[in-house]
Nanobody, 126 residues
Framework: VQLQASGGGLVQAGGSLRLSCAASGTLFNINAINAMAWYRQAPGKERELVAKITDGGSINYASGVKGRFTISRDNAKNTVYLQMSSLKPEDTAVYYC??????????????????WGQGTQVTVSS
């Protein structure tokens, strides 16, 4: 699976941005995805989960973005979005798209993992 992220950029505090991440690959690989998420990593900090949405529609947000960010997905397009509003300078980071998968093989073996997309820079100026 390849994850292509886009939509980052420079915005002033209080502004908005929308990130997109499109997944592509074989039907087997795409169907194995059971959740998609956005992570971010600021300079000198560890990568952290921002928001996740499962196949069943369950959504989790990091406490610092609740009420400001909205994650959604378009299953027909294999795309996940992150609408970011009321942006703050502390939201500045490289944002990464991720897809969690469970691959079930006829042999009975199961492979669990996570695909990562390339990062997209989000910079919020004060």
């Amino acid at each position: 699976v390849q994850l292509q992220a886009s939509g980052g950029g420079l915005v002033q505090a209080g502004g908005s941005l929308r990130l997109s991440c499109a997944a592509s690959g074989t039907l087997f690989n795409i169907n194995a995805i059971n959740a998609m998420a956005w992570y971010r990593q600021a300079p000198g900090k560890e990568r952290e989960l921002v928001a996740k949405i499962t196949d069943g529609g369950s959504i989790n947000y990091a406490s610092g973005v609740k009420g400001r960010f909205t994650i959604s997905r378009d299953n027909a397009k294999n795309t996940v979005y992150l609408q970011m509003s009321s942006l703050k300078p502390e939201d500045t980071a490289v944002y990464y798209c991720a897809a969690d998968y469970v691959e079930n093989f006829p042999s009975g073996s199961v492979v669990v993992g996570r695909h990562w997309g390339q990062g997209t820079q989000v910079t919020v100026s004060s």
